[in-house]
């Protein structure tokens, strides 16, 4: 299954965490949010669509998300989880452990906010950057 999902960037984006990607409905962003990687999203954890939560919340499931800024790709590849509850009606977060939170969309991932290629952070820096968050379930 695939899902995309709308967001934009802003000026006050690091993209410096080592282990967490983060995407918010939110409008701004504060220097603190440093795993943020874009704001006023479309969607977020609770707004997905029951079939791809069902997808998510199973252990063996494989999970791919995507990050489109312009001609740039950055793909992160991790993995589901029965405890995902996927109800946090502002983020989505992608992370390197298997912490989860109701915010979180995918864990064990292959890459954080600060393996992000530079040239795409300094793309979201500008608050009329258009991004698309990908996810793919298979």
Not at 3 to 32: A, C, D, M, Q, V
Not at 43 to 71: F, G, H, W
Not at 101 to 110: K, M, Q, S, V
């Amino acid at each position: 299954m695939h899902f995309e999902i709308p967001f934009y960037g802003h000026e006050n984006i690091r993209s410096l965490h080592p282990k967490t990607i983060e995407i918010t409905t939110h409008p701004n962003l504060t220097l603190n949010g440093d795993c943020i990687i874009g704001v006023k999203a479309n969607y977020a954890c609770n707004d997905i669509p029951e079939r791809l939560k069902s997808l998510l919340q199973n252990s063996k499931s494989e999970i791919s998300c995507t990050i489109l800024v312009k001609e740039l790709k950055f793909r992160i590849k991790g993995k589901g989880s029965e405890k995902l509850t996927l109800t946090n009606p502002h983020d989505i977060v992608i992370r390197t452990s298997s912490f989860v939170c109701p915010r979180t969309l995918a864990t064990n991932c292959d890459a954080a906010a600060n393996t992000i290629p530079r040239q795409m952070v300094k793309l979201l820096r500008d608050q009329d950057a258009r991004g698309i968050f990908v996810i793919e379930v298979t």
